[in-house]
């Protein structure tokens, strides 16, 4: 049968343990497509273009740096207070920018997914990739800054992309769960914001994990982003033992948040067009 003329079967599913994965590796391409045109859209009919994607981190960490290293004095003396805002910042821009995109894709996709068959769930990972492409970018911007305040870059940074998985695995499941809850409640939007704000402080991003002592130690931890940044920092920055614990407990609770998303979002699937 000539490829293009391949018949596509839609069958219900059948139980919990139908995710739909087969579906979304057949639809790669799909995602792929998804990932590229939101990357095109978003630096279109701009000044700078990607020079955003440099510009924003850099901006963002001399602001941070200024407010809480110079006047809330929380600079460290091992390393220079920017850079370790900077680190902070990469693992906190994937889990933030793929939330505030990929939560309102299907509602900003209405005509996508009420009038064409796709792997609803190909829509909100495919809004991860764009960003990942950014914080790639950051990364690069990295080496010539750590080069200006003479700071060595160590073999620790080869272990960065493993680092970052449990992140990528935090995004996913979570924008599947904001997604679908955003379809049926649109107060979402309103609240990702405000959430997001509160996070930011919750997650060592202006500070370091070790600042946190007694209780308030424990309650940290409770957020899977804290053992994640400190991870990207030891890779980046050197220094100190790997924050081990802090890390694999990240690491449940990300595999954790992810499946909770994946199922969820199944569960909701078959209504998205409907309530959409």
């Not at 020079?51 to 091992?78: D, E, R």
């Not at 272990?159 to 955003?182: D, K, Q, R, S, Y």
């Not at 050197?238 to 990240?250: A, D, K, R």
Request: glycine share 8%; charged share 10%.
């Amino acid at each position: 049968m000539d490829p293009s003329q391949r018949i596509v079967e839609i069958r219900p599913e059948r139980g919990w343990l139908d995710l739909g994965l087969c579906e979304l590796a057949q639809a790669r391409d799909l995602i792929w497509r998804f990932a590229l045109r939101g990357l095109t859209l978003r630096y279109r009919q701009t000044a700078l273009g990607i020079g955003w994607v440099v510009l924003q981190p850099l901006l963002a960490s001399g602001l941070l740096a200024l407010v809480f290293g110079t006047f809330a004095g929380l600079s460290s003396q091992k390393t220079p207070y920017v850079l370790t805002v900077y680190v902070g910042l990469l693992p906190w821009t994937l889990f933030s920018q793929s939330i505030q995109r990929g939560g309102m894709v299907l509602v900003g996709e209405r005509n996508l997914v009420t009038k064409t068959w796709v792997p609803r769930m190909a829509l909100p990972l495919a809004s991860i990739l764009p960003v990942c492409v950014d914080v790639a970018v950051a990364l690069l911007c990295f080496v010539p800054l750590a080069l200006s305040y003479q700071l060595p870059l160590t073999l620790h940074a080869l272990a960065l992309p493993l680092l970052l998985l449990p992140t990528l695995m935090l995004c996913a499941g979570t924008v599947l769960i904001v997604a679908g809850l955003n379809v049926y409640y649109r107060d979402v939007q309103q609240t990702i914001p405000f959430v997001l704000q509160l996070l930011f402080f919750a997650s060592p991003v202006a500070y370091t994990a070790e600042r946190i002592t007694g209780h308030w130690a424990f309650v940290l931890q409770a957020n899977p982003l804290v053992g994640q940044i400190e991870a990207c920092r030891w890779a980046l920055l050197g220094g100190g033992s790997f924050p081990l614990h802090g890390w694999l407990s990240s690491c449940a609770l990300s595999a954790l948040v992810l499946i909770v998303g994946v199922v969820g979002f199944r569960r909701i699937e078959r209504s998205l067009a409907d309530v959409i």
